[in-house]
T-cell receptor, first 110, second 114 residues
Framework: EDKVVQSPLSLVVHEGDTVTLNCSYE??????LLWYKQEKKAPTFLFML????IEKKSGRLSSILDKKELFSILNITATQTGDSAIYLC??????????FGTGTSLTVIP | GAGVSQSPSNKVTEKGKDVELRCDPI?????LYWYRQRLGQGLEFLIY????????KSGLPSDRFSAERTGESVSTLTIQRTQQEDSAVYLC????????????FGPGTRLTVL
């Protein structure tokens, strides 16, 4: 059964901390892995990863994919209260099928 | 337990035809969302239901798109007079209460308009 598992389920940190969110997957016909930030109604796209070992960066956020070990991590450095959200990981398989994890809820305390 | 299901998983249609996409949310979830995802792009919000009513239809791209939800359960997204630019994966999600809750996504319906 294809699945995406995220950990931890929830995380509470203080402003300035660095966090690492994990996403592991078992999906046949893998095409890409996507990270989203969900604050309100619609998740906001963060990264799409297709190749192993190539880090993608956007400001304080970065992500990397390991296609051998079947996981990805999302790092957030120098966290701010505005980073508080649910972070979703999704894997796209060929045929445009998507498998979403249930998310990691991040709370950043001032 | 049963997650969000969508049908059909794939739909190929000819330009100008109408299509209907179905979403069965997780039982007991009051909120339901429709999104569109084009190849290589992020999720595009279409519409959100709270119960059977849609307080936010702001994402529907044109009047060819409509959606309804009945019995606080199943929802259908209808696209009339399909165009090639409608080709995308249509994703449905549900959450227990409202828009701040974790959304659980279905596998999507891949729509191809020829």
């Amino acid at each position: 059964e294809d699945k995406v598992v995220q950990s931890p389920l929830s995380l509470v940190v203080h402003e300035g901390d660095t966090v690492t969110l994990n996403c592991s997957y078992e999906v046949t016909n893998f095409r890409s892995l996507l990270w989203y930030k969900q604050e309100k109604k619609a998740p906001t796209f963060l990264f799409m990863l297709t190749s192993s070992g190539i880090e993608k960066k956007s400001g304080r956020l970065s992500s990397i994919l390991d296609k051998k070990e079947l996981f990805s991590i999302l790092n957030i450095t120098a966290t701010q209260t505005g980073d508080s959200a649910i972070y979703l990981c999704a894997v796209e398989a060929t045929g445009n099928q998507f498998y979403f994890g249930t998310g990691t809820s991040l709370t950043v305390i001032p | 337990g049963a997650g969000v299901s969508q049908s059909p998983s794939n739909k190929v249609t000819e330009k100008g035809k109408d299509v209907e996409l179905r979403c069965d949310p997780i039982s007991g979830h009051t909120a339901l969302y429709w999104y569109r995802q084009r190849l290589g792009q992020g999720l595009e919000f279409l519409i959100y239901f709270q119960g059977n009513s849609a307080p936010d239809k702001s994402g529907l791209p044109s009047d060819r798109f409509s959606a309804e939800r009945t019995g606080e359960s199943v929802s259908t997204l209808t696209i009339q007079r399909t165009q090639q630019e409608d080709s995308a994966v249509y994703l449905c999600a549900s959450s227990l209460e409202g828009i701040t809750d974790t959304q659980y996504f279905g596998p999507g319906t891949r729509l191809t308009v020829l």
